[in-house]
């Protein structure tokens, strides 16, 4: 028998953790921390969530670009 899991971040300890897919939309304890939460496959995004992913998206495409400069022989 195969058991599907999914990672989910503790919201108390911040622990990464395997959670069986069964469990999905259910209550669900950290082993670590013992905290009850609701098992999810991904929070749900707020605006300002999606302003920061955009942000961090620039910042990642300039550092790349700034690599591929460095990287060019003089």
Do not use: K, N, W
């Amino acid at each position: 028998m195969s058991v599907t899991f999914f990672a989910q971040e503790c919201p108390s300890c911040g622990r990464h953790l395997q959670v069986r897919l069964e469990y999905l939309g259910r209550a669900v304890a950290c082993p670590h921390c013992e905290r009850r939460f609701e098992a999810l496959l991904a929070p749900p995004l707020s605006d300002s969530s999606e302003d920061l992913l955009h942000r961090a998206d620039e910042l990642l495409a300039t550092v790349a670009t700034g690599a591929r400069l460095r990287s060019i022989p003089r």
